[in-house]
């Protein structure tokens, strides 16, 4: 099996197991939520230390492991992105399945189950219809960042609310927005597997300066995040420099 392969696996199989979690537990709101992140994680760990013994692997729901700062190969999870969406019922929450390779986003799964939706670097690209005139920009639903609307209003965008991190650059990839731009919080397992999925379909994903995303540091703090169409991203990185 591929690596490649691998993610898209482990990502399906944890989705599986969130889903029956949430239908059989009986369980609503935070406990639910700690106990499919403590499940999923179980499974993905288990998977991936199976599958390749010899790699390291950074999970938001396991202690950090500093000797994989030493490592070419970390896989950089999110065994349940979108926890408060998860526990709520909503269908915008994620599996993250990254893996980095020498600091960069190499490949990696994004599953979004209540969507049946797998998007894996190992997928062909998808053809999207022209840019619209008009951008769309998914934000939190719960908090967008200034910056995004800032930029949106620069932009003259249509600011599109939506759940998980994982949910928002999925509908990137997709196409059913074009743009999804954070600022304030992320870490690595973030953002690791949809940077890796949206560079794989042919989109622009960097730090919200244009820098190179950079994964496996020492501390797994990555704030910021800009993935969009590349024939815009020119576009939206002047409106953030400017904003």
Request: aromatic share 4%.
């Amino acid at each position: 099996m591929t690596d490649a392969e691998l993610a898209r696996s482990v990502a399906i199989a944890a989705g599986e197991l969130l889903r029956d979690i949430r239908a059989s537990s009986g369980l609503t709101g935070a406990p639910l939520g700690a106990l499919g992140d403590r499940d999923a994680n179980a499974l993905i760990l288990d998977r991936l230390r199976a599958a390749r013994p010899d790699d390291f692997i950074l999970s938001e729901e396991s202690v950090d492991d500093r000797a994989r700062c030493a490592a070419r190969r970390v896989w950089i999870v999110d065994p349940l992105d979108g926890t408060r969406e998860y526990a709520s019922g909503s269908d915008e929450w994620a599996v993250h399945i990254g893996l980095a390779v020498d600091g960069r986003p190499a490949l990696g799964a994004v599953a979004v189950p209540d969507r049946a939706q797998i998007f894996a670097t190992d997928d062909l690209p998808p053809k999207h219809p022209p840019c619209p005139t008009g951008l769309r920009v998914v934000v939190s639903r719960s908090r967008a960042p200034d910056i995004a609307r800032c930029v949106g209003d620069r932009l003259g965008a249509t600011l599109i609310p939506m759940g998980s991190a994982g949910a928002k650059a999925m509908a990137v990839v997709e196409g059913r927005a074009d743009v999804y731009l954070h600022d304030g919080g992320q870490y690595e397992w973030d953002n690791c597997a949809p940077a890796a999925v949206a560079l794989a379909a042919g989109l622009h994903a960097s730090r919200i300066d244009g820098q190179p995303l950079v994964y496996n540091c020492e501390n797994p703090l990555l704030p910021d995040l800009l993935i969009c169409r590349r024939e815009v991203a020119d576009e939206v990185l002047d409106a953030i420099a400017r904003g």
